[in-house]
């Protein structure tokens, strides 16, 4: 399987405690739920966090992008699909596109991620985690 072709999905559903007074969700959300995206993908591979760090391999966001499409209001179902751009060296992209439960695409994303071990200094990421995220079938 090559990157980008990997993409996985979660649905949640807006929290009121999500929303702004004007009952639109608060634009910081959507990079909490492009997380949830992320660790969600990585569990349904297979691959937690938890063990990498274990491993004594961190992974730091470098840059996030959201771009805002259309309002999300409290009680909407969103889904966000996350993609796997890049999963090598010491790179991890990842792309997200979070849809309401009409199909309206709100809000759609990227985050870039660098590999770092218990030195915090920067790795490539370990073959047996290459191996897992590109996995056939999972």
């Not at 909490?32 to 691959?47: D, N, Y």
């Not at 499409?69 to 909407?76: G, H, I, K, L, V």
């Not at 009409?102 to 490539?124: F, K, M, P, W, Y």
Request: proline share 1%; with cysteine.
């Amino acid at each position: 399987m090559s990157e980008g072709t990997q993409t996985r999905n979660f649905t949640l559903t807006v929290r009121y405690a999500e929303t702004d007074a004007q009952g639109v969700v608060h634009h910081a959300n959507y990079l909490i739920w492009f997380e949830e995206g992320r660790s969600e993908f990585l569990r349904q591979k297979g691959c937690f966090y938890s063990d990498m760090e274990r491993d004594g391999f961190f992974v730091i966001v470098a840059k996030a992008e959201v771009h805002y499409r259309a309002p999300s209001f409290y009680e909407d179902q969103i889904t966000i699909a996350t993609t796997l751009e890049k999963g090598k060296g010491r790179l991890l992209v990842f792309s997200y596109k979070a849809t309401n439960q009409n199909g309206v695409l709100v809000a759609e994303g990227r985050t870039r991620h660098l590999i770092l071990d218990a030195e915090r200094q920067l790795v490539s990421l370990p073959i047996k985690y290459q191996q897992i995220l590109y996995q056939e079938g999972s």
